[in-house]
């Protein structure tokens, strides 16, 4: 089996993390791996061994018209690429729907296609609607991160659901972490730099609960970071961190996780970060709805809460920091479901979909 696994903008955000889990399980099983993705960035799917890597071009741009013009050339060079490169017995394995390209190719050289879809809030809808049409089109099978991605975002193919996982060296680190004993109160936001993200609702949070440090890690570089919040004024309670390529120390030194994403204009359709502060433990607050609800069990290993609710989700706060054994008693019960979501599963499920 050859796989050839296609992704457009590496970087540290969620969808490409996934994928290097997921090619690092196939080279392990001895598996013939290549990836296309874009030149010129660092990300988790930089310099994986027994990986295979073709770059082709792709900018990333503000200006959403200028973007799109930029997907639509990077598509015509990939497609171009693959067209040469691919074999009908190969696994096309397309990571996100901005791929297109490689659905088209893997669909006209008749290999077996495989979409992972990891989104579903994505302007504008004529752009949705026409990416999706791809997927429907030109897929042999659809994995979804979550059964709530799956049932809003329906095609025709075969589908399955594929949870994302923590590393097992990721877990590792977090059980030789992790503690109880917390120097003090801090409440722990990693996210994109976007307005749909709570990035807004997380400044208010900290402006509302003067007595707690308010942590915010965000996948962007200190001069966005700056240009975001220059007509903010940012409490001393407040401090905001660029891209991390390592986020075990945040997550260690945290008292509780939340996603305060707008569920009007993005809805999560897993929560990594979510995941990930389970396994140190951490009590989450999040939106009502989406794959996130499918993590967090309702007043067990978290509270399910809409962002716009500052004075509700500062009541959260208050009490789970305030009261020593319902705090561990949420504590213990985000690890424990932290457990089901484990590499092995991950590995042996990616395998069975590539091989059926």
Same mark, same amino acid.
């Given at each position: 089996?050859?796989? $050839?696994?296609? /992704?457009?903008?590496?970087?540290?955000?969620?969808?490409?993390?996934?994928?290097?889990?997921?090619?690092?399980?196939?080279? @392990?099983?001895?598996?013939?791996? /290549?990836?296309?993705?874009?030149?010129?960035?660092?990300?988790?799917?930089?310099?994986?061994?027994?990986?295979?890597? /073709?770059?082709?071009?792709?900018?990333?741009?503000?200006?959403?018209?200028?973007?799109?013009?930029?997907?639509?050339?990077?598509?015509?060079?990939?497609?171009?690429?693959? &067209?040469? &490169?691919?074999?009908? =017995?190969?696994?096309?394995?397309?990571?996100?729907?901005?791929?297109?390209?490689?659905?088209?190719?893997?669909? $006209? @050289?008749?290999?077996?296609?495989?979409? /992972?879809?990891?989104?579903?809030?994505? @302007?504008?809808?004529?752009?949705?609607? &026409?990416?999706?049409?791809?997927?429907?089109?030109?897929?042999?099978? #659809?994995?979804?991160?979550?059964? !709530?991605?799956?049932?809003?975002?329906?095609?025709?193919?075969?589908?399955? *659901?594929?949870?994302?996982?923590?590393?097992?060296?990721?877990?590792?680190?977090?059980?030789?972490?992790?503690?109880? +004993?917390?120097t003090e109160k801090i409440v722990l936001m990693i996210c994109s730099l976007k307005a749909y993200k709570g990035v807004n609702e997380f400044l208010k949070l900290a402006l509302?609960?003067?007595?707690?440090?308010?942590?915010? *890690?965000?996948?962007?570089?200190?001069?966005?970071?700056?240009?975001y919040f220059k007509n903010d004024i940012i409490p001393t309670n407040l401090l905001v961190y660029p891209t991390q390529k390592d986020t075990h120390l945040f997550y260690k +030194?945290?008292?509780?996780? #939340?996603?305060?994403?707008?569920?009007?204009?993005?809805?999560?359709? !897993?929560?990594?970060?979510?995941?990930?502060?389970?396994?140190?433990?951490?009590?989450? $607050? *999040?939106?009502?709805?989406?794959? #996130? *609800?499918?993590?967090?069990?309702?007043?067990?290993?978290?509270?399910?809460?809409?962002?716009? @609710?500052? =004075?509700?989700?500062?009541?959260?706060?208050?009490?789970?920091?305030?009261?020593?054994?319902?705090?561990?008693?949420?504590?213990?019960?985000?690890?424990?479901?932290?457990?089901? !979501?484990? +590499?092995?599963?991950? +590995?042996?499920?990616?395998?069975? $979909?590539?091989?059926?």
């Amino acid at each position: 089996m050859r796989v $050839i696994a296609v /992704h457009l903008l590496n970087d540290y955000s969620g969808s490409p993390k996934v994928l290097m889990q997921l090619l690092k399980g196939w080279t @392990k099983n001895n598996i013939e791996t /290549h990836l296309f993705t874009c030149s010129g960035r660092d990300g988790f799917l930089s310099d994986i061994p027994k990986v295979s890597n /073709h770059f082709y071009w792709y900018q990333f741009a503000k200006n959403p018209f200028i973007r799109l013009g930029f997907l639509s050339i990077s598509q015509i060079i990939l497609a171009f690429k693959l &067209f040469f &490169f691919l074999k009908k =017995t190969d696994v096309l394995y397309v990571n996100t729907v901005l791929p297109f390209g490689a659905g088209i190719i893997g669909k $006209i @050289k008749g290999c077996k296609v495989i979409y /992972h879809i990891h989104e579903t809030s994505m @302007k504008p809808k004529i752009l949705k609607k &026409f990416l999706f049409g791809i997927v429907s089109w030109s897929a042999t099978e #659809v994995v979804y991160v979550s059964n !709530f991605l799956a049932n809003k975002e329906p095609t025709k193919n075969k589908k399955s *659901v594929l949870y994302n996982v923590l590393e097992k060296s990721f877990v590792e680190q977090a059980n030789l972490s992790f503690t109880t +004993e917390k120097t003090e109160k801090i409440v722990l936001m990693i996210c994109s730099l976007k307005a749909y993200k709570g990035v807004n609702e997380f400044l208010k949070l900290a402006l509302l609960n003067s007595k707690f440090t308010f942590k915010l *890690v965000v996948n962007a570089s200190q001069t966005e970071i700056d240009n975001y919040f220059k007509n903010d004024i940012i409490p001393t309670n407040l401090l905001v961190y660029p891209t991390q390529k390592d986020t075990h120390l945040f997550y260690k +030194e945290a008292s509780v996780l #939340v996603n305060l994403s707008d569920i009007n204009l993005w809805v999560e359709t !897993f929560g990594l970060t979510v995941l990930e502060g389970m396994a140190y433990g951490l009590p989450a $607050i *999040v939106p009502p709805i989406g794959g #996130v *609800v499918e993590l967090v069990d309702e007043g067990k290993n978290g509270f399910l809460i809409d962002s716009k @609710k500052y =004075t509700l989700i500062s009541e959260k706060l208050n009490t789970i920091l305030s009261n020593p054994s319902l705090y561990n008693a949420i504590s213990k019960n985000a690890i424990e479901k932290s457990q089901f !979501f484990g +590499e092995d599963y991950f +590995e042996n499920e990616s395998i069975r $979909i590539l091989s059926n």
